[in-house]
């Protein structure tokens, strides 16, 4: 997916061949992030629910402060997500040992985002370094990257009347363009998040895992998940303990909407020959039977002027015949008269 | 024919005008606070519940049930079934109040309405099925005004505007149906990016098909459901024609609504199939499924069936409306109920009386605008200047 490439796109979408643009789902091609993409490999195993990567994430992004301080860990007890107010919440869950386990969420940055696929004005942007980004002078606040998410992450203002935005984690886009680490990253104590390429913070990951077998499960959240994310996670127990879905699959989310998106210039095009070719047939159809009503008509009329015809001659010769039979009649009764006065005299 | 005096002289004080304006009060009460407060002052909406009612009815229902305008001038223009032609116009009129009333509903559902048109002019997201939708709605409620206006224009004299109208309908009526098809089955393929979060037994590859076919259905029934409404309140504005082709309407649509829900129940087994869910049947989300499956798909296909066979027009009646019902399930499962599935019950969502009150708002101003345009223009009457010859 480079950016020529959208752009294309987007300029064949804005011609009306809006389906094009969706790329085909069929394509085997398999996007893997672009190259040196920026990556936060969370060990989840490392992680002590110390709230410093909260606090880091609040200060940076210039949140409002929070109503209970980052140092009161008494929240970990409730599970909490992400809202219009913090970026990332770190939620505590038990092994199955009794021992505390911390994951820390935020959005995970897909390599072909949900939410960017979703929206309608473009209002999200997967950047080169890994960041997936929000413009909200673009938003239009109908939510649809919410309902889109699979990690549930985007967050709403919901309090706000006249400039309502979505809110949610940047990778610190602003910061690592400058060579800064992510807040969240900078501010972690432990060894829990590590900021790098995705290929080297794969690389990492797996040398952990084999390092100590035992102590992880073999499985790199994030690698495969939705297509593959820019924030990875390694954890000791699996992951579905831990609130994160292991069913949604490794199919972008692009490609769940591309097929239909593709339907629309067949059905624009296909429509309008075949609604017109219905229209013509039925058009012929009332086109004969007003014809044959015609047909019908015009033969009951020149039967009934034939039949007509044929009475008018015969009453004609009839009358002729009479008219014929008086005269003789009258020749002969005149011939009769004159035959008897002769005979008279 | 009518005239505006006649009108006003009698008492503005009757049983709908009071209802209907307590209600539009109360509504306008929420629009302020709507507008001043934002969104969590009057809705129960959150970050995990993005859409709840006034998606799921404002814009999936409303959509779904003005479908009437598409199907009738369909069955009449391009199937050349004439002897409907006295349904066309107040299903068109339907349908044009319909999808106005969506796009004004959905201005209070976005964040920043007035910043709906920057899909089209400031930036378009086009891998997006909400940009189809988008596109669609808007350019088909465009065709539908034009597809309205006649009737406005015979009212107001305009006879050049009206001729030149008439002449495009065919054009008109293509698009119209091209539109439909398009976004009735997108309003479905909304659903196809959140598989995780819509359960499996709503959730199919079919979803877009499933939304279109079920349009037909509504579009349909609620021809029948409201000829037999307005026959009852608005009689007096009725020609001979119209009385005249009434039965023949509620049959002949009774008969495909029929059809296309067997068509559709078809399908929609199919769906399972496809996916092979059947072992969701047994949970509650199952029961529920096939309450929406047997209830209000079969049941009213077996309903219509029988009505049409014994000529029973009041029972073809009250199936129209169990239909309509039934196809409000449908959206109302796929966009709340079987959405967000796999949440607690704590973090579901379910609608404060604000939003009800504004969707119950949004209803009342359509049932007003129709009152007020069936009582001037010629909608249920032919306007004696220009009759046409029709079959």
Same mark, same amino acid.
């Given at each position: 997916?480079?950016?020529?490439?959208?752009?294309? %796109?987007?300029?064949?979408?804005?011609?009306?061949?809006?389906?094009? $643009?969706?790329?085909? @789902?069929?394509?085997?091609?398999?996007?893997?992030?672009?190259?040196?993409?920026?990556?936060?490999?969370?060990?989840? *195993? %490392?992680?002590?629910?110390?709230?410093?990567?909260?606090?880091?994430?609040?200060?940076?992004?210039?949140?409002?402060?929070?109503?209970?301080?980052?140092?009161?860990?008494?929240?970990?007890?409730?599970?909490?997500?992400?809202?219009?107010?913090?970026?990332?919440?770190?939620?505590?869950?038990?092994?199955?040992?009794?021992?505390?386990?911390?994951?820390?969420?935020?959005? /995970?940055?897909? =390599?072909?985002?949900?939410?960017?696929?979703?929206?309608?004005?473009?209002?999200?942007?997967?950047?080169?370094?890994?960041?997936?980004?929000?413009?909200?002078?673009?938003?239009?606040?109908?939510?649809?990257?919410?309902?889109?998410?699979?990690?549930?992450?985007?967050? &709403?203002?919901?309090?706000?009347?006249?400039?309502?935005?979505?809110?949610?984690?940047?990778?610190?886009?602003?910061?690592? +363009?400058?060579?800064?680490?992510?807040?969240?990253?900078?501010?972690?104590?432990?060894?829990?998040?590590?900021?790098? +390429?995705?290929?080297?913070?794969?690389?990492?990951?797996?040398?952990?895992?084999?390092?100590?077998?035992?102590?992880?499960?073999?499985?790199?959240?994030?690698?495969?998940?939705? @297509?593959?994310?820019?924030?990875?996670?390694?954890?000791?127990?699996?992951?579905?303990?831990?609130?994160?879905?292991?069913?949604?699959?490794? *199919?972008?989310?692009?490609?769940? +909407?591309?097929?239909?998106?593709?339907?629309?210039?067949?059905?624009?095009?296909?429509?309008?020959?075949?609604?017109?070719?219905?229209?013509?047939?039925?058009?012929?159809?009332?086109?004969?039977?007003?014809?044959?009503?015609?047909?019908?008509?015009?033969?009951?009329?020149?039967?009934? /002027?034939?039949?007509?015809?044929?009475?008018?001659?015969?009453?004609?010769?009839?009358?002729?015949?009479?008219?014929?039979?008086?005269?003789?009649?009258?020749?002969?009764?005149?011939?009769?008269?004159?035959?008897?006065?002769?005979?008279?005299? | 024919?009518?005239?505006?005096?006649?009108?006003?002289?009698?008492?503005?004080?009757?049983?709908?005008?009071?209802?209907?304006?307590?209600?539009?009060?109360?509504?306008?009460?929420?629009?302020?606070?709507?507008?001043?407060?934002?969104?969590?002052?009057?809705?129960?909406?959150?970050?995990?519940?993005?859409?709840? =009612?006034?998606?799921?009815?404002?814009?999936?229902?409303?959509?779904?049930?003005?479908?009437?305008?598409?199907?009738?001038?369909?069955?009449?223009?391009?199937?050349?079934?004439?002897?409907?032609?006295?349904?066309?116009?107040?299903?068109?009129?339907? @349908?044009?109040?319909?999808?106005? %009333?969506?796009?004004?509903?959905?201005?209070?559902?976005?964040?920043?309405?007035?910043?709906?048109?920057?899909?089209?002019?400031?930036?378009?997201?086009?891998?997006?099925?909400? #940009?189809?939708?988008?596109?669609?709605?808007?350019?088909?409620?465009?065709?539908?005004?034009?597809?309205?206006?006649?009737?406005?224009?015979?009212? =107001? @004299? !305009?006879?050049?505007?009206?001729?030149?109208?008439?002449?495009?309908?065919?054009?008109?009526?293509? %698009?119209?149906?091209?539109?439909?098809?398009?976004?009735?089955?997108?309003?479905?393929?909304?659903?196809?990016?959140?598989?995780?979060?819509?359960?499996?037994?709503?959730?199919?590859?079919?979803?877009?098909?499933?939304?279109?076919?079920?349009?037909?259905?509504?579009?349909?029934?609620?021809?029948?459901?409201?000829?037999?409404?307005?026959?009852?309140?608005?009689?007096?504005?009725?020609?001979?024609?119209?009385?005249?082709?009434?039965?023949?309407?509620?049959?002949?649509?009774?008969?495909?609504?029929?059809?296309?829900?067997?068509? &559709?129940?078809?399908?929609?087994?199919?769906?399972?199939?496809?996916?092979?869910?059947?072992?969701?049947?047994?949970?509650?989300?199952?029961?529920? !499924?096939?309450?929406?499956?047997?209830?209000?798909?079969?049941?009213?296909?077996? =309903?219509?069936?029988?009505?049409?066979?014994?000529?029973?027009?009041?029972?073809?009646?009250?199936?129209?409306?169990?239909?309509?019902?039934?196809?409000?399930?449908?959206?109302?499962?796929?966009?709340?109920?079987?959405?967000?599935?796999?949440?607690?019950? $704590?973090?579901?969502?379910?609608?404060?009386?604000?939003?009800?009150?504004?969707?119950?708002?949004?209803?009342?101003?359509?049932?007003?605008? #129709?009152?007020?345009?069936?009582?001037?223009?010629?909608?249920?009457?032919?306007?004696?200047?220009?009759?046409?010859?029709?079959?």
């Amino acid at each position: 997916m480079s950016i020529s490439r959208r752009g294309f %796109l987007a300029w064949m979408g804005a011609a009306g061949i809006t389906a094009l $643009s969706a790329r085909a @789902g069929a394509t085997p091609r398999h996007f893997e992030g672009y190259p040196q993409s920026l990556c936060v490999l969370h060990d989840i *195993t %490392l992680c002590i629910g110390c709230r410093s990567c909260e606090a880091g994430c609040n200060k940076v992004n210039e949140l409002p402060a929070p109503a209970v301080p980052f140092t009161d860990l008494t929240v970990l007890d409730k599970k909490r997500r992400t809202n219009a107010k913090a970026y990332t919440v770190v939620n505590k869950f038990t092994s199955p040992g009794g021992n505390p386990i911390f994951v820390k969420n935020q959005c /995970n940055h897909c =390599l072909e985002p949900a939410c960017a696929s979703a929206c309608f004005v473009r209002a999200f942007s997967k950047n080169g370094d890994g960041s997936v980004t929000y413009d909200s002078s673009v938003c239009v606040g109908c939510r649809y990257c919410m309902i889109a998410c699979p990690f549930e992450i985007p967050t &709403y203002e919901y309090d706000e009347p006249f400039t309502p935005r979505i809110m949610k984690c940047t990778l610190c886009h602003p910061r690592i +363009t400058k060579g800064l680490l992510p807040g969240c990253v900078e501010a972690c104590p432990t060894e829990a998040l590590s900021f790098g +390429t995705r290929e080297d913070m794969l690389k990492l990951a797996r040398e952990r895992i084999n390092k100590y077998p035992g102590r992880y499960v073999d499985h790199i959240y994030g690698e495969h998940e939705m @297509g593959g994310t820019n924030w990875l996670y390694l954890s000791g127990v699996p992951f579905r303990t831990l609130g994160m879905r292991e069913d949604l699959g490794i *199919t972008p989310a692009p490609d769940l +909407t591309s097929g239909a998106l593709a339907t629309v210039p067949m059905v624009a095009a296909l429509w309008p020959a075949l609604l017109t070719g219905i229209y013509a047939i039925s058009k012929r159809r009332e086109k004969m039977l007003s014809g044959d009503k015609q047909d019908a008509i015009a033969k009951a009329v020149a039967e009934a /002027n034939a039949k007509s015809q044929a009475a008018l001659t015969a009453a004609l010769d009839k009358a002729k015949k009479e008219k014929e039979d008086s005269v003789k009649k009258a020749v002969k009764a005149a011939l009769e008269q004159s035959a008897q006065k002769t005979q008279a005299q | 024919m009518f005239k505006l005096k006649d009108v006003l002289n009698r008492s503005l004080l009757t049983p709908f005008n009071i209802i209907a304006g307590v209600i539009i009060l109360i509504g306008l009460v929420i629009t302020a606070l709507r507008f001043f407060g934002g969104l969590a002052t009057v809705t129960n909406l959150s970050d995990y519940n993005p859409w709840g =009612l006034w998606i799921g009815f404002d814009l999936l229902c409303g959509v779904a049930l003005a479908a009437g305008g598409y199907v009738t001038s369909a069955a009449v223009y391009i199937f050349g079934m004439k002897k409907y032609h006295s349904a066309v116009r107040p299903a068109i009129l339907t @349908g044009f109040l319909g999808y106005a %009333l969506v796009v004004l509903a959905l201005s209070y559902d976005v964040g920043r309405p007035w910043r709906l048109p920057y899909p089209f002019v400031v930036q378009a997201g086009t891998t997006s099925v909400l #940009f189809e939708v988008g596109a669609c709605v808007l350019l088909y409620l465009l065709v539908l005004f034009v597809e309205f206006t006649p009737a406005a224009s015979e009212w =107001l @004299g !305009f006879r050049r505007a009206r001729n030149l109208v008439v002449r495009l309908t065919m054009v008109l009526t293509i %698009l119209g149906v091209i539109l439909s098809t398009l976004h009735q089955s997108s309003l479905g393929s909304l659903f196809l990016i959140a598989p995780s979060k819509l359960h499996p037994l709503w959730y199919s590859q079919y979803i877009p098909v499933f939304f279109f076919i079920s349009s037909i259905v509504a579009g349909l029934s609620m021809v029948i459901l409201e000829g037999s409404l307005t026959h009852r309140y608005f009689a007096d504005k009725m020609d001979e024609t119209h009385l005249r082709e009434k039965e023949d309407v509620v049959f002949g649509f009774g008969k495909a609504a029929s059809f296309v829900l067997a068509a &559709y129940f078809a399908i929609k087994v199919f769906g399972i199939t496809m996916d092979n869910n059947w072992h969701y049947l047994s949970t509650g989300y199952g029961a529920w !499924f096939l309450v929406e499956l047997l209830g209000f798909v079969a049941l009213p296909c077996l =309903l219509y069936s029988v009505g049409v066979r014994d000529r029973n027009i009041k029972l073809i009646k009250w199936t129209s409306a169990l239909a309509v019902l039934g196809i409000m399930v449908n959206r109302f499962n796929v966009c709340l109920v079987a959405f967000n599935w796999h949440l607690p019950s $704590s973090e579901r969502y379910f609608p404060s009386w604000m939003e009800i009150g504004l969707s119950l708002f949004i209803v009342t101003v359509g049932v007003a605008a #129709f009152k007020f345009i069936v009582t001037f223009m010629p909608i249920l009457y032919e306007h004696p200047e220009y009759k046409t010859p029709h079959a």
